[in-house]
C-alpha cells in the first residue's frame, strides 16, 4: 500500500484503537452517553476509512490525482472534527454545536468528492 490508501489506512487503525478504547470505556463504567461518538468512530471512521484505503489499493492510478489527496485531507479533516466534537457535545458542552455542523457538511462534502472520483473509475471500459 502506497501513498493515499496508505494514508486512510493509517487513518482507520487510529479511529479503530481510539473507537474501541471509548467502547471499553462506556462498558467498564457502564454509562453509554458517548454511544454515538464510539459508533460513529467505529463505523464513519475505521470501517468507512478502511474502505477507501482498499479502493485507492485497488486503483492506484487513481490514487496519483490531486484530488485523490485532497478527498484524503477533507475527510481527514472533517472526520476528526466531527468525532471531537461530538465527543465534547456528549461531555456536556453544547457550546461545541458549530463546530460539529460544519464538521458534518464537510465529512458530506468528503464523500460526494468520492462519489465524483470513484465513479468514473469503476465505470471505465
Ligand atoms: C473493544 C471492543 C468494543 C467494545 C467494548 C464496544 C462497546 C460498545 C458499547 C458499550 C456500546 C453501547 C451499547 C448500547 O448502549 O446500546 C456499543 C455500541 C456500538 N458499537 Fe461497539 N464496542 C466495541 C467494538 C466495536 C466495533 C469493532 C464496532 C464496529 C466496527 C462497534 C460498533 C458499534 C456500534 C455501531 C454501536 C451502536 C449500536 C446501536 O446503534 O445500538 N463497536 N459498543
Ligand atoms: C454527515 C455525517 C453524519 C451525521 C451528521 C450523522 C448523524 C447521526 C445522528 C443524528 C444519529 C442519531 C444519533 C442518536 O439518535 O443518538 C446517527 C446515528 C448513527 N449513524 Fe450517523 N451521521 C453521519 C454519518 C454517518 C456515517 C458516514 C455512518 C456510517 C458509515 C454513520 C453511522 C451511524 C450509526 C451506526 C448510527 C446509530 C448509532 C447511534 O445511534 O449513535 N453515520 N448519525
Given at each position: 500500500m502506497q501513498g493515499v490508501a496508505r494514508n486512510f489506512f493509517t487513518l482507520a487503525i487510529i479511529y479503530s484503537l481510539c473507537g474501541m478504547a471509548l467502547g471499553l470505556h462506556m462498558a467498564i463504567s457502564a454509562?453509554?452517553?458517548q454511544m454515538p461518538t464510539h459508533a460513529h468512530t467505529m463505523v464513519a471512521g475505521w470501517l468507512m476509512s478502511a474502505v477507501f484505503a482498499f479502493f485507492y489499493h485497488l486503483f492506484p492510478a487513481v490514487a496519483q490525482k490531486t484530488l485523490a489527496v485532497v478527498h484524503f485531507w477533507l475527510t481527514a479533516i472533517s472526520g476528526i472534527g466531527l468525532m471531537i466534537g461530538l465527543y465534547v457535545m456528549l461531555a456536556?458542552?453544547?457550546?461545541?454545536e458549530p463546530v460539529l455542523g460544519i464538521s458534518s457538511m464537510a465529512f458530506y462534502a468528503g464523500m460526494l468528492l468520492f462519489a465524483f472520483i470513484a465513479l468514473p473509475a469503476i465505470w471505465k471500459n
Amino acid at each position: 500500500m502506497q501513498g493515499v490508501a496508505r494514508n486512510f489506512f493509517t487513518l482507520a487503525i487510529i479511529y479503530s484503537l481510539c473507537g474501541m478504547a471509548l467502547g471499553l470505556h462506556m462498558a467498564i463504567s457502564a454509562d453509554h452517553g458517548q454511544m454515538p461518538t464510539h459508533a460513529h468512530t467505529m463505523v464513519a471512521g475505521w470501517l468507512m476509512s478502511a474502505v477507501f484505503a482498499f479502493f485507492y489499493h485497488l486503483f492506484p492510478a487513481v490514487a496519483q490525482k490531486t484530488l485523490a489527496v485532497v478527498h484524503f485531507w477533507l475527510t481527514a479533516i472533517s472526520g476528526i472534527g466531527l468525532m471531537i466534537g461530538l465527543y465534547v457535545m456528549l461531555a456536556g458542552h453544547p457550546a461545541i454545536e458549530p463546530v460539529l455542523g460544519i464538521s458534518s457538511m464537510a465529512f458530506y462534502a468528503g464523500m460526494l468528492l468520492f462519489a465524483f472520483i470513484a465513479l468514473p473509475a469503476i465505470w471505465k471500459n
